[in-house]
């Protein structure tokens, strides 16, 4: 018995941002982020918070995979950018969705987050607890990077993607594995609060460690060192060759950083399913909405291999081999 | 012999022949390359001489990256 992806959704922002319009917040230019990042533009929101997506994107997954809000057992979001503290993003697309019989929490494990939520949801159908899952990644980034920092600011876009997934007897998820590497967390952070109360005498200043921080070199070490072996070991595991892979959806963080990924695991580029000119970087949300558009195109069939692989901040990575 | 391994890593990332790097090149200025490819050229030359680079920055010539490595590598 395993798990597999029924349905896939995606939600992003209507309002489109070209590297042209970044050029006029700060100083740079088309050519420079076309180069180094591979982002021609990215979808940022108008006041669309993150739930927004997530519960449009849960729309979607009910639409396609034909199923009722009552009969999900189980909904996961993984976010770095949630409405609240509390509520998880998790109870508010139940409430809006109608989910009542649902158990719903979020997860944080940033670029990774889809790997990490769609491999505790394997784990509880596998377990036999739940039969079924939303498992959706949703950000809104753009409210936690800094407008001014232009080596940060053009990387990133707003968006939502998921899957449904459920029971399956046959194909679904074959092999994988998820990480961490905490040693390293101080390289890749945003998001940072100050212990501020008022019996202690911090001043009243704003914290730069709000903001996206990270440091280039040591992220792109680490992505392209631990993609590469989490996808051998995966494969190894499996006892899957490269050759037999039709398709791998990478995290959309740098097309630079796949291009070293897929010379390094010798598969070839147009496996590497990409969509980063015109998302940018969705954290959580860039596999799934890289995937759900893999299988709107109608590129992959029921029963082809495809991998799914992240990486980000924690410094975390997740990867999946799956049947589809 | 550091030197030769540096010049085909670094002609293997930028595209260019071997005999146009010299000692003197400039990395970024002479080879077109920027911060990803000198990201990658370090990278590779940490594994090929099992040594870490802790400030990439002060590479700027071919020269700057034999002498670490020689000061380093066991």
Redesign the interface.
């Known amino acids: 018995m395993t798990t597999r992806i029924i349905a896939t959704g995606a939600y992003a922002p209507g309002q489109v941002i070209t590297n042209d319009d970044m050029a006029k917040v700060v100083d740079t230019s088309d050519e420079w982020i076309t180069?180094?990042t591979g982002i021609k533009e990215r979808h940022i929101s108008s006041g669309e918070n993150t739930s927004v997506l997530a519960v449009n994107t849960a729309r979607q997954l009910l639409c396609k995979a034909g199923k009722k809000a009552e009969d999900i057992d189980l909904i996961i979001i993984a976010s770095v950018t949630a409405d609240y503290g509390t509520p998880s993003l998790g109870c508010m697309v139940q409430k809006e969705i109608g989910a009542s019989n649902a158990v719903a929490f979020d997860i944080t494990a940033a670029c990774s987050g889809f790997m990490f939520a769609l491999s505790i949801a394997d784990k509880y159908i596998k377990t036999g607890i739940y039969n079924n899952a939303i498992v959706i990644g949703a950000e809104t980034l753009s409210k936690i990077v800094d407008w001014s920092d232009r080596s940060t600011c053009v990387l990133f876009g707003d968006g939502a993607g998921g899957a449904y997934v459920e029971k399956s007897q046959t194909d679904g998820i074959i092999e994988e594995e998820i990480g961490s590497k905490g040693e390293l967390y101080d390289i890749l952070t945003e998001g940072h609060t100050e212990c501020k109360n008022v019996f202690n005498d911090k001043k009243e200043e704003p914290d730069p460690l709000w903001y996206v921080n990270m440091n280039?070199?040591e992220v792109?070490?680490f992505a392209?060192?631990s993609v590469v072996k989490s996808v051998e070991r995966v494969l190894k595991n499996a006892g899957v060759t490269a050759d037999e892979i039709k398709f791998v959806v990478p995290h959309q963080a740098?097309t630079?950083i796949v291009d070293?990924i897929s010379n390094k695991l010798g598969i070839p580029h147009e496996k590497f399913y990409m969509n980063i000119d015109r998302y940018g970087n969705t954290s959580s949300a860039s596999i799934p909405i890289a995937l759900n558009e893999l299988n709107e195109k109608g590129l992959i069939e029921r029963g082809d291999k495809v991998i799914l692989t992240g990486f980000g901040g924690g410094m975390t990575w997740g990867t999946m081999l799956v049947s589809w | 012999m550091v030197f030769e391994k540096i010049r085909e890593i670094i002609a293997e990332q930028t595209g260019k022949d071997e005999e146009e790097i010299t000692l003197d090149t400039n990395v970024k200025d002479d080879l077109d390359a920027?911060?990803?490819d000198l990201?990658?050229i370090?990278?590779d030359i940490e594994d090929e001489f099992d040594i870490s680079v802790e400030d990439?920055e002060a590479i700027v010539t071919v020269k700057d990256i034999v002498d670490f490595v020689e000061s380093h590598k066991n």
Do not use: A, E, M
Request: net charge positive.
């Open positions: 180069q180094r280039g070199r792109f070490k392209t060192k740098n630079r070293v | 920027d911060s990803l990201f990658q370090i990278n990439p």
